[in-house]
């Protein structure tokens, strides 16, 4: 069970009562706002409780709140998309969708990774585990996007790629490695969002853009906390020690200087008011997008490399515990 | 360039170690100087022992190894702490493997073509990628750029270092950029897999080169095979993720025995990898 989900029960459950009250007050004409106001300074209590201070573990289950917007809806939000599919190979990976795009009227290249949203989509989408044919349905169209001068726009959001015996089979290594690569050598302008989960090396393929940006309670890091917990105490219920070790919330992120932007969340998460956020989103994309496309393709691809190649032992020996920690 | 002294300590280490060693697959007793002599095969079962860097190295080079990238080592930005602190991890493995890191990275001469090589050793910390690593693995490729050589890299590895978090896993991004950047001007790459090469490097640097070579009987994938059996609930084929499994589902170039690896790298170095011909009159 999600420990926000959990949380969240006594605040929805005073939602409703603060609700029966003001529609009661309304139509029996009677004067209940002491009553209201009460439980409104209860509710914010509660509310500061809850989202005030949340550890690393909560914020984990901010990240895979099932409410949670999932890339489906940033890309139905967009101006237009047009879907393209397949890896012109072996099969169309639903986990992976992506197309043609307008954002605020400029012509991009879009793709998100696709969380289900209840057990059937899960089921459909894998969980939003990413098999080979979904990396190279990816890596098609990050070069279809330097062919046709489009800046690439993706949102991420997937526990890691696809671990099956079938994934493996079709070279799942290579898959990522081959969309890592076409990155690398791309000519135009790119940006991704982490959305919810940023799993391993499943994320990064989508991830190594010139900008990073995350929303504020979701997660990147290179190995899930019960993966880590599970290698490291020999123990998965370890999940919520191994999430504070692994450094994989937006603010250490940024912190590490690997995250370029986080875009705050309303109080409560992204799933509380999912207008709000998709709408920070899209706009923090778009100015991002506007900057880089100032540049020459040579400016571009050296700020990418300098961008990574500084994410190394000589600029992370230094850093202290209060830097990291603050 | 003499051999560094690590390479020479190293080398005397196993020099002067004899007696014997049990193989890990028959569990026989192997006289270390036959073991030695025979490739670190087992004499008695054909059983791959992993190999040592600086063995590796003195069975592939001509003669000398100028290192690159020596002087990086490790800092510990997330202050990690599971059983033992990180730096505890390091200072061991340090000892024990009588390396600074999980890659050692240079250049020398194979078959006299002159080359960039990289060999990491499973020895350090499971052959994981952290940052030093990848800044090893850029370094390699950046200056073998400036030399315009061919660079051959020997993977064996567990992945992303875990304990340093994020900061391992965008090595896959630093290395791939460094991969990326050497290729575009024309010059060639040789990938060997050796047992193991699974996850963030597999991913990357690994699976990016113009021929890839797999040693052979070396376990290749992106998931661990743990993972997969704890996934899927049932037990995995004993071949699956086998280089000789990789090869039949075409995901490498083919698969060599040890013995042969070194001709079989002269002979594809000889076809162009060590020097494209178009680079040397300058275009295409």
């Known amino acids: 069970m999600n420990p926000i989900v959990d949380r969240e029960k006594g605040l929805l459950e005073l939602e409703k009562r603060i609700d029966e009250l003001k529609g009661l007050s309304a139509s029996q004409n009677v004067d209940l706002s002491s009553q209201i106001a009460a439980l409104e300074v209860e509710y914010a209590k509660i509310q500061r409780e809850i989202f005030g201070t949340l550890s690393p573990w909560h914020r984990v289950n901010m990240a895979r709140h099932p ?22 190979h072996f099969h169309d990976d639903p986990a992976i969708i992506g197309g043609f795009a307008k954002l605020r009227g400029r012509r991009i290249l879009a793709i998100g990774q696709q969380r289900g949203r209840d057990t059937k989509e899960n089921l459909r989408v894998n969980f939003g585990m ?21 800046p690439i726009v ?39 969002v982490v959305v919810g989960e940023g799993g391993s090396g499943g994320a990064l ?23 880590a917990a599970a290698i490291l105490f020999a123990d998965a219920t370890k999940a919520p020690e ?5 450094r994989l919330t937006s603010e250490d992120l940024l912190r590490f200087g690997i995250v370029d932007e986080v875009v705050a969340e309303p109080l409560g998460g992204a799933h509380r008011d999912r207008e709000t956020t998709i709408e920070r989103v899209l706009a923090a994309v778009d100015h991002n997008v506007a900057q880089l496309s100032t540049q020459s393709v040579q400016q571009l691809q050296e700020g990418r490399y300098e961008k990574y190649r500084r994410i190394g032992a000589l600029n992370t020996k230094g850093m202290t515990a209060p830097e990291l920690r603050s | 360039m003499p051999m560094p002294d690590w390479l020479r300590v ?105 080359v960039g090589i990289g060999v990491m050793d499973f020895h350090f910390r499971g052959g994981t ?6 800044d090893r693995v850029a370094l390699l490729f950046e200056r073998a750029r400036e030399r315009r050589q061919a660079v051959i890299i020997f993977s064996a590895s567990g992945g992303a270092r875990m304990e340093e978090g994020v900061l391992a896993l965008m090595q896959l991004a630093k290395t791939t950029n460094a991969v990326e950047r050497f290729r575009r001007d024309g010059l060639s790459y040789i990938s060997v897999l050796t047992d193991p090469t699974t996850g963030g490097v597999s991913a990357s ?77 300058g275009s295409r």
Request: contains cysteine.
């Open chain 1, 130 to 150: 990413v098999k080979p044919e979904g990396y190279r349905k990816v890596r098609r169209l990050f070069g279809l996007a330097s062919r046709l001068g489009l």
């Open chain 2, 129 to 134: 990628m952290g940052t030093v690593v990848g």
């Open chain 1, 205 to 227: 393929a989508l991830g190594m853009t010139d900008r990073i940006l995350m929303l504020e309670h979701s997660i990147y890091s290179v190995a899930g906390p019960e993966a």
């Open chain 2, 10 to 114: 190293r080398k005397t280490q196993t020099q002067t170690a004899p007696g014997w060693t049990k193989c890990p697959s028959c569990g026989e007793l192997v006289y270390r100087p036959d073991l030695k002599a025979n490739h670190e095969i087992c004499p008695k079962c054909d059983h791959y022992f992993r190999m040592h860097a600086a063995d590796r190295l003195a069975m592939l080079l001509d003669g000398d190894f100028t290192e690159v990238g020596g002087e990086i080592e490790p800092g510990d930005p997330l202050q990690w702490v599971d059983k033992r602190p990180y730096p505890e991890k390091l200072a061991s493995d340090r000892e024990k493997s009588g390396l600074s890191e999980a890659v050692v990275a240079g250049f020398g001469a194979i078959g006299g073509f002159s």
């Open chain 2, 205 to 281: 640097f690994a699976f990016q080169a113009d021929v890839v070579v797999a040693e052979a009987h070396a376990a290749i994938g992106f998931a661990g095979r743990r993972v997969i059996e704890q996934t899927i609930r049932q037990k995995l084929p004993e071949n699956f993720q086998r280089a000789e499994f990789l090869l039949e589902h075409g995901a490498i170039d083919m698969v060599v025995e040890r013995p042969k690896l070194r001709d079989t790298l002269v002979r594809l170095l000889d076809y162009g990898i060590a020097a494209p011909s178009f680079s040397r009159n």
């Open chain 1, 67 to 88: 409410k949670r917007p999932t890339a489906a809806e940033y890309l139905a939000r967009l101006d237009q998309f047009d879907e393209l599919h397949g890896d012109r």
């Open chain 1, 154 to 192: 993706t949102f991420i959001d997937t526990k890691g790629a696809d671990p099956g015996i079938g994934s493996e089979e079709r070279a799942q290594s290579e898959a990522i490695a081959s969309c890592l690569y076409a990155l690398a050598e791309s000519t135009v302008p790119s940006v991704s």
């Open chain 1, 242 to 246: 191994a999430a504070a070790s692994l």
